[in-house]
């Protein structure tokens, strides 16, 4: 491997480290631990009344099973022919279940998401009733695996002759990922290693199944993941096959002729082939975010790893590019990204509909996966701008402030009547659902908020990079010196920080992300250390002491904001935002027909409050007027000016909406010109 | 039958008593009968290269030699069992058609709707070699006819057994619509009566086994049309059991237990039974417009034949909900109705996004079909004002100025673009097309446009009513005295409009309709008759001599409408119309980025013209301004109040757009606030 040429933020630093004590994050962390989880490993096993079953257990034990007979069968035992049975496969009477697959084909993932927040959950709450769960569940997963490492249940039930055969549909690939991310993350929580090693040695047989070599498959995964989970379990193993194998993977995307053609017989005849995933060009010559915008996230996130950790410039260029093209001409106010319902998928530039939108919450999780490797790349504050951006807007927005109930659509303005008759808007859910049939959202969820802190603060040796202002108690050890922060943190309500340094005295470089949001920000205690800002970034370097502080200051002021006038549906209007929260209005506050109200976005926005589900949240209280009604019986008739009446406008922060049951939601909002 | 109790205004006029010799409607008809007509046969024979086959004649032959065959075997003969191959059957190799039926389940009524346009053009333009061509068609399928009258060649060829068993979605009642259509018309033009006859040997047939008495299928038409057809072919043949075939239809549609659920086993899930087909409950229950939009004008249609001639209130009453939903609820200000591409279909009240429209051609021509039988139900000038903005606008934007090409969809607001990357919209077509697999908007805009005098005028005994002005030459008899009316207009350009009597004094009641678009009319030439304005219509009755003549001037002002408050896509927006003509503007005119302009609706708007395929057309420029693109990097920027340049905006006649090229296209433009 050539020398990496890339320095930018470090590494992740450690759960173990960090003790969150922030009363935001901490809630929304127990929200996870007590809620989430118990409830998901109900959903696993089947055992919640009223939601679609899973059968993710269900179909490890069978496999489970399976496995079992092939051993004592050895070669005697007859694999059966898959027959495509569809990308779901439910049972045709739920109470006469047999002994075959059921659910989507990428089932087994719901497992290994929901064993990855475990394992963070685990290291910030220690929990034994939690991690013997944990430790049965991985028994049951793990009887599954093949003698020759593979571990998927569809094939294994369904008939191994034919895996690695559909790569573009079936989530083989997809599903190793998964699991390999939640296996390192269970053996750095727990120590515990069988996970672990039934990942590499699923690994290792997907490495000798596929590679550059003669003879070897030179497929890729149709729904990316693989690529990052391989960087990862080659840092926590050192093992450079694991590191080859992603390369490979990158390497062969979208080479003509494509390797996917050779699947199948059928032609392919709207839009750019591949486009959907990723897979039309060689990834380096990728501009322009396209496709199923998780794949796309995830892709660019594993492109990311690799040109870290092979200084691969040419890489790292095509992340810059599809970072252009998904933040500066693709990404909602909110943060979220992926447009269009049809393939869940980004549109073209500009193209950001607010009541049609996608914006699916997995999304802008995988946005969030893909800044923070960005930021490993280069120290740049516009990534943390957008990690943050999606992190408390499009991804709070996701979980209902119970925890109980979810989106899986974020969309920028509703209007409930659509939701429920208009067939185009049918994706679009007027309040949070139960749980969902193809439950990515959910999980994924519980991996990203228990693992948080590991996206607000990096490390190299001699420097802490603070890119979210989460309050905690932060270890860091420099050249086996032990530090000791203690910070405070205001966000996202106020932009007051406060860092206490303990412990020894020794060098560090302080770099402090200033939120591209905020214009007068002030830092106090720089006093003989050496400051300098670039690129977003305070660095603040010198020899820290016991009796340090830092306090931060950066203050929230509501801002309305303005589109590109290229984005067609918002030309006129504005959104509210204050600090990283972005505002919208609800029906519940401002009454029906949102779309007749107007703001006055250069009058002065007042503070208020929000009662939301037994909770007190900010408010901001924006002058503006509604438009008058004429009760008129014609449709369509002449021109008058409009009249108004004086109306006081109420924003609530987004992530809150649809708490207070179905109503009408806007983000934008048109000016009074 | 009851005696009716309805007054509406008459009858349409023959084609035979006019003779048309407006330039404007001269022009689209020689269209039709130079370009559409000729160009459908060969379309009909498959003789066109590169346009998808449609199979329909091919069927007829096919269907002919089978009937053939089994006239010879008689009982020998063994009908095939029909296996469901789709809603369209395509062949598998163009090469090697087998004897099968191709094409749409409804492909037989592309000969009907052609035979019925051709009967209307034949009336209007004698044309020897044309009616060879339809006489010889006409043989071809009647030769296909079974003995017992049926005639649908989808079944003739798959297998008789299984006729009548699919009416939901298998089109036998509605080819059977079509055919009485065209065989009347036919009937009309040439007194030929082959067709005619055909179409009441299969009305009998149907007659014999759909219908109240016992035994009898109580099954109903899943696109409707046959119960218009039924009432054109009793008053053409005086035979009672057409009507109450008719009637029969009518009153068992919506009845439950629905009659389809007794077709088939699978469960309907989605929304309200059957709404898509208006069959979700008793039509004479229903106030809402809904479902496939063209289904529902041509039931609506049908329910008024119905009311006029058995004086059915509650009939009437539900036309006349059905018709305040659709019109004030549901309608574009272009005419056009079905806002949803999912389904063709209506959305829910004012929900009617300009650039998602589906706005199908089609279903304007059954507004209009709609509109004169509410005409012939009551005389109330709404209805000939519908039927004239559905007429001007979308019914004649469905064609190409040229007559070689068609839209199917009609929208109010275009981005090319997104037509081509956001497969939402890809039902939009950014420019005509040349024919359709599924082709029902040529054929249906040709026996529309043959046929236009018949909706501009009716009559009864003593009176004439102008629902549209269009010049020509009119023959009117009144208690056995002929009246010969001479008609100059400048419609849809000028509202000037002169009416000069020829031949014997006579007493005739005149009936003009005042357009809802015009506030200051006059009308000279009315000394010494009784004049009264009642509904919307300028009654004028005497005795009318050699001499008299009416000028009539109904000023045409260019207006700025605005929409409902409810429709949320128009919020302060206007659109632009000159009497009965709706304006658009264009990217050829104004620059790309049209959302990007504003006009001042209170600014006086000049009178110009544009050239488009060397034909002149008046154009209208208002005053406005075009919003500065700021050329930020981010996508959003805090508000900062906009810049404009002065603009002259050029408004073209909506119907004329997308006959320069491709390019961006919009009717609904913001205000200057």
């Known amino acids: 491997m050539e020398q990496s040429i890339i320095k930018g933020a470090g590494r992740p630093i450690s759960l173990r480290n960090i003790q969150v004590e922030d009363d935001f994050w901490k809630a929304q962390m127990e929200l996870v631990r007590k809620e989430v989880l118990p409830y998901q490993w109900e959903i696993l096993n089947d055992r919640v009344e009223g939601a679609a079953p899973s059968f993710c257990m269900r179909n490890f034990r069978i496999a489970g099973k399976i496995t079992q007979k092939k051993k004592a069968l050895g070669n005697a035992y007859e694999e059966p022919t898959p027959t495509f049975r569809g990308f779901e496969v439910l049972p045709e009477d739920m109470n006469h279940l047999e002994d075959k697959f059921y659910g989507f084909v990428f089932q087994d993932s719901d497992f290994s998401k929901w064993i990855e927040a475990v394992a963070y959950s685990l290291m910030n709450h220690p929990d034994e009733e939690l991690e013997k769960t944990a430790d049965e569940a991985i028994d049951i997963v793990c009887a599954a695996q093949q003698e020759n490492g593979y571990l998927d249940t569809y094939y294994i039930i369904s008939g191994m002759n034919s895996i690695f055969t559909n790569l573009r549909d079936h989530h083989e690939l997809y599903c190793f990922g998964h699991l390999t991310e939640g296996a390192v993350a269970y053996y750095q929580a727990t120590g515990k290693d069988k996970l672990l090693k039934a990942a590499m040695r699923f690994a290792d047989f997907i490495d000798s199944r596929f590679g550059s070599e003669e003879g070897k498959c030179k497929g890729y995964p149709g729904h990316e993941i693989a690529e990052m989970a391989l960087v990862r379990l080659y840092e926590v193993t050192g093992e450079e096959r694991y590191l080859r194998l992603c390369r490979f993977f990158l390497d062969e995307r979208g080479k003509r002729p494509y390797y996917w053609d050779s ?337 006055f976005p250069e009058e002065p926005v007042e503070e208020g409050s929000v009662q939301i589900q037994g909770q007190t949240f900010p408010a901001l209280i924006a002058k503006g007027r509604k438009r008058k009604r004429e009760e008129a019986r014609e449709l369509y008739r002449a021109y008058r000016e409009a009249e108004y009446e004086k109306a006081e406008l109420t924003f609530i922060p987004y992530y809150t909406w649809a708490n207070r049951g179905e109503n009408e939601m806007s983000v934008w909002i048109e000016t009074a010109k």
């Open 263 to 599: 699947e199948r017989t059928e032609k392919h005849t709207q839009g750019e082939r591949y486009q959907y995933n990723q897979a039309h060009r060689p990834v380096r010559e990728q501009d322009e975010a396209v496709g199923h915008a998780v794949r796309a996230m995830y892709l660019y996130a594993g492109m990311a790893d690799a040109a870290r950790l092979t200084g691969d410039a040419s890489l790292l260029e095509a992340c810059r590019r599809l970072w252009k093209s998904t933040v500066h001409e693709k990404m909602y106010v909110t943060g979220g990204v992926g447009a269009t319902c049809q393939g869940e998928a980004f549109s073209f530039p500009f193209d950001l509909p607010n009541d049609l939108a996608y914006a699916e919450t997995c999304a802008s999780i995988g946005l969030i996966f893909w800044a923070r490797r960005m930021l490993e790349l280069e120290t740049a504050s516009e990534y943390g701008d957008v990690m943050e951006l999606a992190l408390y807007n499009t991804v709070l927005a996701g979980m209902a402030l119970d925890g109980k109930s979810f989106f899986y659509v974020n969309p920028l303005e509703v209007l409930p009547e659509a939701c429920h008759k208009d067939e185009r808007k049918f994706h679009v859910k007027p309040v949070r659902q139960k749980w969902f049939g193809c439950a990515c959202c959910p999980p994924n969820l519980a991996r990203l908020l228990s693992s948080i802190p590991s996206y607000a603060y990096t490390e190299d040796e001699e420097s802490l990079y603070m890119h979210l202002y989460i309050g905690g108690r932060l270890t860091k050890e420099i050249h086996g010196k032990k530090v000791r922060l203690q910070i405070e943190s205001g966000f996202p309500w106020s932009g007051k920080v406060r860092i206490s340094f303990e412990g020894e005295e020794a060098f560090m470089r302080l770099a402090l992300r200033i939120p591209g949001w905020c214009e007068n920000w002030k830092v106090n205690g720089t006093e003989g250390k050496r400051t300098e800002v670039k690129q977003g970034y305070l660095y603040i370097e010198g020899n820290w002491k016991n009796t340090d502080v830092l306090e931060l200051c950066f203050p929230m002021t509501p801002v309305f904001l303005q589109a590109d006038e290229r984005v067609r549906e918002n030309i006129g209007k504005v959104a509210l935002k204050r600090g990283p929260i972005v505002y919208c209005m609800e029906e519940t506050d401002n009454g029906d027909c949102l779309h007749l109200n107007q703001v």
